[in-house]
């Protein structure tokens, strides 16, 4: 009998290096739609600015190569959590917008998401809450990768994140989502739970690349999706935020490829200081 074996989770030193490039070039299109990311702007607009960007770069849009999704960024817009297509809509004033971005360079990929709420709320609240949902899901991440630095197994990433989540309030985990391993594929595995899972998942050794995702809700974690087939919204309307980037594990360390600093800004209050992939 023929066995097939899988392919390793693990990347060589070479590959390491050749995922920060990729990185990078996703991190500067995300920069570039946050500055734009303003009322009036349409998200088709935003979409073309980061194609821009990703292509100047030397890159390839990822999410292009995805068969049937034709557009760079997913942008996804108060209640919807993942994966809106941009087109018309216009960005209004108070609207916390999830902005997921990816590029290939050299046939590696980089994946990264960012939530920002748009200034200029005419409701206080909605525009305080708003503004706390966008930060858990953010300081849940980072303590998510800041695990990543020590942990011993993949699924202890999950815990990390879902004690921050439950410690803030009464948000919700989406957990029809995860985050993945990212590479020469932008999805590939092994899963990256956001909450507390059975068995221990993978060991944590160098040559792990993964993405860490966390989706966080202002009420139901339950999502359906739209008529397009793609636009992921909560089921009771409630708002959604998004956070992700694309973390190395090398013989020193670790290195967020998604972040020009490595994740240093970040993870410093946390206690890890990021090393650059040699």
Known sequence: MIRFSRPSIYKSP???RAMVRPGVL????LVAVRAALQPGATTGQLDAIAERVIREGGGIPNFQLVPGYRHTLCVSVNDEIVHGIPGDRVVEPG????VDAGAEVDGWNGDSAITVVVPGDADPERARVRAALRDVTERSMWHGIAALASVRHLNEVGAAIEDVVDADG????VEDFTGHGIGRSMHEDPPVF?????GNGPAVKPGLVVAIEPMVTAGSIDGSTDADEWTVRTVDGSDAAHW???VAVHEGGIWVLTASDGGASALAPLGVRPVPVA
Do not use: K, M, P, Q
């Open 170 to 173: 009464e948000w919700g985990i």
């Open 95 to 98: 609207d916390i917008v999830s």
């Open 194 to 198: 956001n909450y507390r899972v059975r």
């Open 244 to 246: 992700e980037h694309s």
């Open 26 to 29: 996703t991190e500067a299109a």
């Open 14 to 16: 070479d590959e390491l």
